[in-house]
Nanobody
Framework: QVRLVESGGGAVQAGGSLRLSCAAS????????MGWFRQAPGKAREFVAS????????YYSDSVKGRFTISGDNAKSTVYLQMNSLKPEDTAVYYC???????????????WGKGTLVTVSS
C-alpha cells in the first residue's frame, strides 16, 4: 500500500503563487510517474502535469503551460507543483497521483492523494 499526502493548498488572489507538495510513502514500491490532477466544483477531474522519472519526461495541460512547473525528487518519491500567475479558473481541489510498481503486489498500481484545495479570488 502506498500513501500520498499533499500539502500547500490555500487561498490566494489572482496573479499570486502557491507551491504544492506531494510525498509518497509505503513499503516496497518504485515510483514510475507522479503528477497532479485537479477537480473544480461541478466539473470532471482533469490532468494538470506529470513527470516520468526514468525518462525525465514532463507533461503539462495547455491550460497551465507556462504558468505551472512540476518538479520532484524520485529518490524521495516527492513531487512539487509551483503555480504562478494563478487565475480564478485555477480554483479546484488538486490531487496527487502516483503510478508505481508495487513489489508486494507484483504489478503496477495507481494511487491518489486525498487532495488539497486551491482557491484563487479575483
Amino acid at each position: 500500500q502506498v500513501r500520498l499526502v499533499e500539502s500547500g493548498g490555500g487561498a490566494v488572489q489572482a496573479g499570486g503563487s502557491l507551491r504544492l507538495s506531494c510525498a509518497a510513502s509505503g513499503r516496497s514500491f518504485s515510483s514510475e510517474t507522479m503528477g497532479w490532477f485537479r477537480q473544480a466544483p461541478g466539473k470532471a477531474r482533469e490532468f494538470v502535469a506529470s513527470i516520468r522519472w526514468n525518462y525525465g519526461h514532463i507533461y503539462y495541460s495547455d491550460s497551465v503551460k507556462g504558468r505551472f512547473t512540476i518538479s520532484g525528487d524520485n529518490a524521495k518519491s516527492t513531487v512539487y507543483l509551483q503555480m504562478n500567475s494563478l487565475k480564478p479558473e485555477d480554483t479546484a481541489v488538486y490531487y496527487c497521483k502516483a503510478h508505481v510498481w508495487d513489489y508486494g503486489l507484483g504489478y503496477a498500481m495507481d494511487y491518489w492523494g486525498k487532495g488539497t484545495l486551491v482557491t484563487v479570488s479575483s
